[in-house]
């Protein structure tokens, strides 16, 4: 039994309130367990330079957290004057995951600025911010589509994110909250599409190491949590969620 | 009539949502229209070099917006690597108001941080900044006091601010949204205890001048407007309220 | 009677020394008692991008002290690698009050540059700065229209400042040297037009509060001190005066 | 047959160059086919503040690349006056990396900085990195034994890292160059240690997906990668080799 | 004949203004030709850590333009963030040349901070800062030998700067402008003592050379030129003066 | 006899080696004694903003040390975020005497960037740095010609650099190594062409001085050291070295 009384294999609640705030083109407040991030998807009309005139799309995220998103109070990176090494990896993560997902040719010379700000953290904000950011992005492409900013739907798959780790006792545990993440010996962050293929992974033994069989059992759990996290945003985003299924042919039964 | 359809003289409507996010000492959701601030204070055992030996405690501000609190994408400044102007004049206001209601000599060594993060602006993301950044910092002190970390209530007085304005009808208009605040001739942030006493004025025409009258009207207007948030302040806090009012034998009804 | 024998509604020996260096187009030392500030005006015949295609004029404004200007020595902003807050802050005062007696479209697309340096500080650096500020910006103006870098005369309005406070006393006090600005109640920075409007104030009760009594009492010596700066910058600007009084039908007997 | 005439599974000429500096206490140039890689190790005595007083030591990586490392010159991130993202996550694998084999109690309170600085590139560098950084640090160790800075022998096993890749013709490559890099759908670093366990494994899917069994199929690929480079590192390393065995029991030929 | 009437071998009038601003343990305002720069000398009760515990002083400088001290507006370093390499090598020159003829030990464990600031330029800044700050530097030590902060006289000998340069037509030139400086083939600066000595010589040809006859042709010039700036510090520093000649057995006479 | 045997007239044994990396279009390793630095060439079709649309080129230097070049490890300054002064002293130094040897109109629009890298230190290094600089330019230069990306051969004649100083027995020392170097009285260096002529000095006395008689002997034996070094870079540079001498008919005999 784990210390929030889950089992090895269970998450924790999760929550997607959409139009979470007026500005954005897109934008959700992501809720798993007490880990809550605000995903914001701003569209621009340009690329950045190295993309100019090659008729595609860009997407590209940041990722902070409030200083007192944690029980600590952590220093404001605006304060210190530059972003930790934590964040650059975080952040380069998300629009990576986000690109794969998306025919860039069909967003045409775009840029989708993703924000995500976690207001307060309880383990996984990463995971939480990929789920998130990418709900918010249909909203950002469903309303860009609605004012003819997009002439395309140009998402071509879900994605959604989940930590497992191993801990002392070699236990698998699926979504793992911030107490059990500190003591795990082994963490792994894991991105899929609906379709159930791999985006990312990244699995690190922190002064421990983990076999070929404990990373087996550790996909098969993460695919089991993927598949939830994939269904509550075919719920929540409704006939954006239909673009998805044309666009792919996806039915998440057959992942 | 104003755009929103308010009397001149009409603030909008308030909401403090206490123990926002669980991890702060104190922590509040303040909502003024469509501006919301999330402001958690945090009490640190320790003061800045400057003060150390002296016996007495500090309180200290900072402020930012998520990017996406805007219309249009604001670039964050942790990716600049540095604060704006803006954001430090602000920070400087919040800190120097509220150490003006509290004892810091009753605090001991220690140091209040109140972290004001704008989720969603529309004009008067400051004031509204203070008016929930003093209900936060109540918050924190009422924590401590019941966990023996300060022997004594430190608080002197209630604390809120407001702004105000003219716009080119010469009308004076009190709280001032995004729209209202882009077009006014002078703006003026009004901070008050509530004794009724001024803390800061800070009054500007932007291109344009305003007269002694104009002024004296204008603290009027933000006085009225002063009475009804600290009245809020002290409906939300309860018996934390209870701690101002003998601290300082204050009585709303006199302001 | 104050420490250095003034009457409580008296201001410091005033200077104005014109043309003080030799390459700017505007050059001003200002001593204001033991402050002095050499107040520089710089035209460039461009806009800032936000400006770009209006048909209008830009004033911005720098801030700095000297490292021993102080009594102690203060650290070189370029050696910590940043501005501080309270330089922002001042910065920022200085170039909205001077946009304000300046109509901009008149300039054309030129920017006034200012820089405010203080070679000795003894209280009322910014209000001294503001001061030296327009009178070196009307040089600058005059040489350029000489030039025929502009066609029109665009000042409308003499603009000057000084600052006021409340000592423990009670006593209110006209422009505080530093040992009375260190141990003020209630400091206030009143920038004003040669037509008695108003164009910012800024009163702060650092660990103190006022009431709109002291207010009033404060402005009326306010007013009476910012005659006799704009009486002196009347008087040294000769010709260039003119064309003040001649844009606003100002005559400074009626202020 | 790949464009430099390799087997998809074979690796290019590694080279382990020991002493390769004077100065560091430990120091290798690692060349993987083109891609050269000096690797420093220096012990200093003591740790950073968050380990202070723990009984336990600290290791840490930097790295870099000369501008003319690449086929294009790339800018100096000490003129850019930051470090990239991609730096930091690298510099973090590494330190990550090396610490999992290291018994860190048995160093007692030092810090081994790792600098790993590349002087010629061909893809490959942060994995090439990594099985020259274990060297080096290895050389470094020795030195602080014969001169009695430790006491104990800390490295726990041998650890190496390979990349390998997916490319368009869903063929399986190890060791990919920078031209099969900048071409592949899936790019995978493995790290691993002499016995044959994961220590980190980061795959991912640039603007493609990859599926389980592709996965595995990859893994297969990087460990027969891993078992030559640490078959190398035996060999370079003679005596030191030994202290490794003893520690772990290890034999090679059981990976 | 030169742009300015000079002799090839004469140096624009010099004037040293002793105690310019009242806050400075030592400050002198030097004038050559058109070219004036604020000396501040500050003696601080601390040294850099590297030299703590060591029983001696240190001696160190900075050095700043006023933007418009130049034609064009220069930007200012703070604005930018960084000090650029010119202002570093100058700085370096100037707290090296000042140790050179300073007893650090007869100074205790004390720093000196020059501040040099350019209020106007018109060639030879660097070299005018070093005279300028010599004697800033020496009525700082008067100061703290009256205040007993330090026990005996630190100043071994008399120190100046002079620049010289060849122009176009291969003419040897005393103390540059701005407008020879710019046209300079070769420009050299050099830094001695009272005794004559050598202490610092910096020539360069930028996109020229020189021989080494006039190389000799130019320290002759210079030295004739130093002689002269000495003769000014003896004169204006009076007793402090004595100091140093006793300290030395210095006449001037026979350098 | 010098600490490593040498005369005192004798400098350390150098070696060029030339094509050291494969990217750049010019690459040197030189090796002076125990200082080894790499110094690359890399040709860029443009010019800094300053001399566009000029019809010529520029040379600019970059010179870093990696943070074990050293005895102690030295902090990388892409860590602490800026330059050191000695850093850019020593890049303005390096691109000022190349740019001396170079006919900038024969280069055209272009910018050539010299990248020297200190692998191993040992005294020297900014003087190593300019003499394989120059090597490293040529080469590029070769290139450039050959791939007709430059219609002219540009330089006018050979370039080197040494060292020079005076130790505490008075004895001038030709090439100093580190420990000689820390140890000097005086130090300088020395930048001269094939022709003999100079190209900069800079001589320093740290905390010592030096007479006029004692630089002609340190110029003497810094010229001899010269002498040596271009003699190198001709046997080295081989048809690339008639490219020189038919530029400017030197024959080094007459050096």
């Known amino acids: 039994m784990r210390i929030d009384g889950r089992q090895t294999n269970e998450q924790r609640p999760v929550e997607l309130e959409l139009h979470f705030t007026k500005h954005p083109e897109g934008s959700v407040l992501i809720s798993v367990g007490d880990t809550k991030v ?13 993309l100019r005139g ?46 794969t997902v998306v025919d860039l040719k069909k967003m045409g010379e775009k840029t989708v600025w993703i924000d995500c700000d976690v207001i307060q953290a309880d383990g996984g904000t990463r995971t939480a911010a990929i789920t998130g950011a990418f709900t918010a992005m249909c909203l950002a492409f ?38 059990e993440d500190s003591n795990a010996d082994v963490d792994m962050n894991v991105v899929m599409t609906g379709s159930g293929a791999l985006v990312e992974i990244q699995g690190t033994g922190e002064e421990a190491v983990f076999s ?26 409704g006939k954006t969620s239909d673009r998805i299924q044309e666009t792919k042919g996806v039915n998440t039964d057959d992942i």
Not at 38 to 50: G, H, K, L, M, S
Not at 71 to 94: D, F, H, W
Not at 214 to 227: F, N, P, W, Y
Request: with cysteine; hydrophobic share 40%.
């Open 212 to 237: 070929r069989s404990e990373l087996t059992a550790m996909l098969d759990v993460a695919e089991k949590g993927i598949k939830e996290l994939i269904s509550e945003q075919q719920h929540k985003l």
């Open 38 to 50: 605000i995903c914001n998807a701003t569209i621009e009309d340009r690329v950045p330079p190295f």
């Open 142 to 179: 469903e309303k860009a589509l609605t004012e003819e900013r997009i002439s395309e739907w140009p998402v071509k798959d879900y994605l959604a994110a989940i930590s497992v780790g191993i801990n002392a006792s070699k236990q698998i545990l699926l979504d793992l909250c911030y107490e």
């Open 54 to 99: 090659k008729g595609k799309g860009w997407i590209t995220a940041e990722y902070a957290m409030l200083p007192r998103a944690t029980a600590e109070r952590t220093i404001r990176e605006s304060s210190k004057g530059k972003v930790t090494g934590r964040t650059m990896e975080i952040q380069r993560l998300i629009g990576r995951a986000l690109r």
